[in-house]
């Protein structure tokens, strides 16, 4: 396939599966259609259904939101095929450094759905333990992690992790097109690529930047920034979830065997509002949203499955109602998270290592919250620290 | 004279002055077609032009020092940067840069920017997103920072740093943008690095700016009725320069100061308020300077912990009323 820039250059574009979900054979992506095609009508199945899922958790987080049971919510509606064709492509041992939108990662990484709305919703810092399921917390301000998953992919190396195919370990960093941008990102490239650091970085080209489209980020296709840094670089069609899969099972291979980083631009679309607090209709067209909604990549799979054989009623019956468990489970789940926490707690986590400062500061509050403060805050200093003397 | 909001005196304001002189020119992130996250730039793009208002990538470090290239040729550029935990991004550009190009090199370059931006917590953004770091900006020689808590202010002190020679940080306040006052249509620029005495009384003085400021007011109105206290209140209004003078001739009269900032004690605004009073009013302090901030601790999303953590309007009557039981015990 190819795609067009504002210019009508033609962009190539690997696509193994098109709009109406046929199979395509375009020459010179054997190797992807290989691997592709390594998948069985189960892993199929298995992603098909985990997309749904994807959609289901942000329909239900939505309206969680709008029931004023999360503060806020980045729907990930339009990225299922590329979120978890690219997740399908990882190992365990493998690590993800997140952006802030990537609850279909986070879905096939196994996260525990409720886990992933304690950060929306406010309960508490943080939301789910990184080293469970090798995948970092989410960033907001925008592009940070990409130098957090080199660097951590440098420790990989550093380690002398072996350089194997399935054996190795290879970390993965999704950002979007607007942090394509920012300096963190750019030097995190560079880092990279000097370093050849196990890293792979996966761009979601959404089209969208809150409200700036991608002309407003760059004059080139962004998967040439990663040609400029000297990473193999490749755009994809990133609603076609058996080519996001081919591409980034490629990446994550190099970075096993220890030949260093790469980068995908996986080219989507963001359908839904940036956040529950914006409102697109404001800065793109109708006509824009109908185009996306024609390639929508759930369709696209279905369509797939079911020439093949693979989808019938009684299995999508069966993903219904996994979906209306998943939805109990996460409104139960979510209004049970409740702060409620003294608010001394506050202090809990703010450093590693407790220090006298820090204690002097959390018994303040508990007496102002016991409605005893004492008339300085230094008062109590003087008192504590007198003590630990 | 018309009753607006503080968002509406800021808008109004860079219309004005994009109306007034060519040179004056917006740079930001989503500033243009989506009219800036907290929407100050309402209809600027459209009525001047993407020539003066302009959208920029996704790069704060970016645009923040293309519009020190800018204001060297003369131009004289206010960015929005969306909120200022994201002018840590371009914090060099900022500190070495803007602040330093004039006297470093003898003075053959002004940088005549403004840079606005909100600060504030208590809207559940998380700790990254909900900071208070106008002290890192008020530190440093070479820049210029105020603070204003009105909209009359606001007004006054925008036209201000647009037309000052140095670069000058602007600090909102997501709190404060709804809030209403009075502005005079005739509204001069007011003198950046003057304090302003919003209330007049005797028994204490109450000193914030920003959000702040606004609480101050609002508690010393309370407690004249409530209590019948006559409580003096100086919103500082500019960090950098900062107008000592003011501060220390209200706490010769008062003889009680308590000091209001919206960010960490430690280190905070509040101390160096705290260390001049002690310089200029030693004598004539009747208790200890008192500071009221926030917990230190970087702010939880959680929003009871949030609002445990950031200072409230009770902290600051406790505050008072403690300052006052001191005051008392000593006269
Ligand atoms: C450093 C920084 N600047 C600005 C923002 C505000 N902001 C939040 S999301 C966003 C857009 C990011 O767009 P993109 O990278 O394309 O990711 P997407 O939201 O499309 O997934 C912006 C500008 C931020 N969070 N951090
Ligand atoms: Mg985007």
Known sequence: ?????????????????????????????????????????????????????????????????????????????????????????????????????????????????????????????????????????????????????????????????????NDGTAVITYFGDGATSQGDVNEAMVYAAVNDAPVVFFLQNNQWAISEPTTRQTKTPLYKRGEAFGLPSLRVDGNDVLAVYAATQEALERARLGQGPSFIEAFTYRMGAHTTSDDPTRYRTSEQEEQWRRRDPIDRLAALLRSEGALDDDFEAEIKAEGDELGAQLRDGVRALDGGSAVSSMFDDVYATPHGTLATDRAWYEAYDAGDPPASQYAIADSAQGGAR | ????????????????????????????????????????????????????????????????????GAAMLGLRPVVEIMTINFSLLALDQIVNHAAKIHGMFGGQLAVPMVIRTPGGGGQQLGASHSQNIELYYSFVPGLKVVAPSTPADAKALLLAAIRDDDPVLFLENLALYNTKGEVPADCAPATIGKAHISREGEDLTLIGYSRMAHVARQVAEELADSEGLDIEVVDLRSLRPLDRDTVIASVRKTGAAVVLEDDWLTYGIGAEIAASISDGAFDHLDAPVRRVAMAEVPLPYAKSLETAALPSHDDVVTAVHETLAAVGRRR
């Open chain 2, 1 to 68: 004279m018309s009753v607006i909001t503080y968002r509406q005196a800021l808008h109004d304001t860079l219309r004005a002055e994009l109306a007034r002189d060519d040179n004056v020119f917006l740079m930001g992130e989503e500033i243009g077609l989506f009219e800036g996250s907290y929407k100050i730039t309402a209809g600027l793009l459209d009525e001047f032009g993407p020539r003066r208002v302009r959208d920029t990538p996704i790069a704060e470090e970016g645009f923040t020092g293309a519009a020190i």
């Open chain 1, 1 to 165: 396939m190819t795609t067009t820039n504002g210019s009508n250059e033609a962009i190539p574009t690997l696509q193994l599966l098109d709009p109406q979900g046929n199979r395509v054979t375009t020459r010179g992506t054997k190797g992807y259609r290989d691997r592709a095609a390594a998948l069985t009508a189960e892993d199929l199945r298995g992603m098909y259904r985990d997309m749904v899922l994807t959609r289901r958790f942000d329909d239900e987080a939505t309206s969680l939101q709008r029931q004023g049971e999360l503060a806020l919510f980045a729907p990930s509606r339009g990225q299922e095929a590329a979120q978890v064709g690219s997740a399908y492509a990882l190992r365990p041992q493998d690590y993800v450094f997140p952006s802030y939108r990537e609850h279909g990662v986070l879905h096939v990484r196994g996260l525990d759905p409720v886990d992933r709305l304690r950060f929306f919703r406010g309960s508490d810092h943080g939301g789910w333990n990184p080293t469970e399921h090798n995948t970092s917390v989410y960033t907001i301000v925008i592009g940070a992690h990409t130098l957090h998953a080199t660097g951590y992919a440098m420790g990989v190396q550093r380690d002398g992790t072996p350089h194997d195919k």
